[in-house]
């Protein structure tokens, strides 16, 4: 379970504990005497040797003691047959400290300092002060709509908050700061994702064009050597079985759990999802969306494609000849992400993948114009009706705000926006709880960017039971859904987990 607490004001939800709940056991065959140089142009389920995580220490490796070897009853000669689990990489939660502490908070720890730091205080203070002289300007709208709605909100968020953080701090689930989690933690290593599956999902679209039968949904079977890495792209891919299959595309291992179902794939290539006969009950949507940041950011990817094209005509056939630099650029998460605008969200065929009262729910990133965009634009075209607004509000380990509440830079939460599509046919739906507004969803982040808390706990009491359910623009799997996106399988990479040592 990913709720810890559930009171009044919202949900203190676990991210890491509902993810390595999920069954992250893979069927492994040990073959000793096999060749370990594997082709790795092909999408197969094989084997992953522990050793894969080496590059993050010995603390990698753990021994599972509750491990239980089963043996394959086909024939594999000498082969030794175990289990092997994977859990999530727990120091991706470690949140000890604020991002950014406020200025009460750094006031009152500067006093604390003794005398011979006045020098960099007094410098730090001069600083300070022609930083604010720099921001003493007239607000645009755009800022006066901010600190209209987070005046708002501030009230729901700090009163509510409150009581869940004071509960959790109660029960044990959250600590108070020692001095031991004070000091310098090493930085968190990151794995280096050298798939750059946006950039494949592009090439993709320049393969030979498959004809109906063949873009049937991809069912994943064990030891399947058959299956081509083109046979990833634009079809749905499913692992139905009680396990978790592994994947090898361009030579990245990626962990695919049991009872799961995605599509790889752009904006432009969904009639996979489309053709598949379902439609859902509930649709999370995460959608890129443009920022000042991003747009600077396409400028200089632009004139790099630019670059590239110049020295090869047919990008796209000659990845492999790019030079080590431009390969560098294609890989940084400045060539990855990218943004929609609102008209291309809007084209995004919710309509018809929603079922009858099917629950929308959408982040938005505390721009007062894309909160506007989704009310008065998104969801009357969609046919979908607000019905609520929630928040989620990101904490550290010990209960803080990961950034000051009133920082008029970045805020420690982010908007949801509920709502119930609307079909004239439709009948009301039957032991359905009515959705609640200004509820909070309070969790530690991950510090991966763009790695969402699971609402599958959280939304259950407001959709049919087994209810269909669609994550778009998703970047993980989960069991029970369906997940759609040209990154689906990017936290999936097999470097985000630990593989606990198992022996037969």
């Known amino acids: 379970m990913s709720v810890v ?10 991210h890491l504990s509902f993810i390595n709940k999920i069954n992250y056991q893979v069927h492994q065959h040990h073959e000793p005497c096999c060749s370990k140089n594997e082709p790795t142009t092909s999408v197969h389920l094989e084997s992953l040797h522990v050793d894969s995580m080496s590059s993050f220490g010995s603390s990698a490796k753990f021994i599972a003691s509750n491990s239980t070897t089963k043996p394959e009853k086909e024939d594999r000669g000498n082969c030794e047959a175990f289990m092997q689990k994977y859990i999530f990489r727990p120091e991706l939660f470690d949140i000890n400290k604020p991002h950014m502490i406020s200025a009460v908070h750094k006031e009152c720890q500067s006093n604390e300092k003794e005398d011979t730091m006045s020098g960099i205080k007094k410098e730090i203070s001069i600083s300070t002060l022609r930083k604010k002289r720099k921001r003493c300007h007239t607000c645009n709208q755009g ?3 901010a600190m209209e709605y987070h005046e708002k909100i501030r009230g729901l ?10 509960e959790s701090l109660k029960n044990g689930f959250l600590h108070p700061l020692s001095e031991k989690s004070e000091k310098c933690s090493e930085p968190v290593a990151l794995p280096l994702d050298t798939c750059n599956l ?5 090439m993709a679209k320049h393969l030979p064009t498959l004809n109906e039968t063949e873009l049937l949904t991809l069912q994943l079977k064990e030891n399947d050597m058959s299956v081509t890495e083109q046979d990833l792209f634009l079809r749905l891919v499913e692992n139905n079985s009680s396990f978790t299959k592994i994947i090898t595309l361009m030579g990245q291992k990626y962990l695919v759990p049991p009872k799961s179902c995605f599509l790889l794939s752009d904006i432009s290539c969904m009639n996979p999802l489309l053709n598949c006969g379902k439609t859902y009950d509930a649709i999370v949507i995460d959608p890129p969306w443009q920022n000042k940041s991003v747009k600077r950011s396409n400028s200089v990817v632009t004139l790099i494609i630019l670059i590239i094209t110049c020295h090869h ?6 990845i492999d000849c790019i030079p080590c630099s431009f390969s560098l650029i294609l890989s940084s998460p400045l060539f990855r992400y990218s943004y929609l605008s609102p008209l291309q969200i809007k084209q995004i065929p919710i309509p018809k993948l929603a079922a009858p009262n099917c629950l929308v729910i959408t982040w938005v990133t505390n721009r007062q114009t894309h909160l506007r965009f989704v009310k008065e634009e998104l969801y009357p075209s969609w046919s979908v009706e ?12 010990s209960g803080e705000f990961v ?13 949801l926006i509920l709502g119930r599509f609307q079909e004239k046919t439709a009948l009301p739906l039957r032991n359905v709880l009515p959705i609640p507004d200004h509820k909070l969803i309070v969790s530690v982040p991950c510090t991966l960017h763009s790695h969402k808390p699971p609402l599958a706990e959280v939304l259950k009491d407001y959709i049919k039971p087994d209810g269909e359910c669609l994550e778009l623009f998703a970047r993980n799997l989960q069991p029970g859904w369906t997940s759609w996106g040209n990154e689906v399988l990017k936290f ?4 985000y987990f630990i593989a606990l040592e198992s022996r037969s």
């Open 403 to 415: 950034f000051p509440l009133d920082s008029p830079h970045k805020k420690p939460y982010e908007c």
């Open 143 to 145: 800022e006066l709509d």
């Open 157 to 166: 968020i700090l009163d509510g908050s409150r009581q869940i953080i004071q």
């Open 5 to 14: 607490h559930q009171l009044s004001p919202g949900w203190l939800l676990d």
């Open 386 to 397: 607000t019905v609520a607004e929630w928040h989620w509000l990101k904490i550290t380990n």
């Open 492 to 495: 999936q990479h097999v470097d």
């Open 313 to 318: 005509a047919n990008f796209s056939q000659y």
């Open 198 to 202: 946006s950039e494949l999902c592009e």
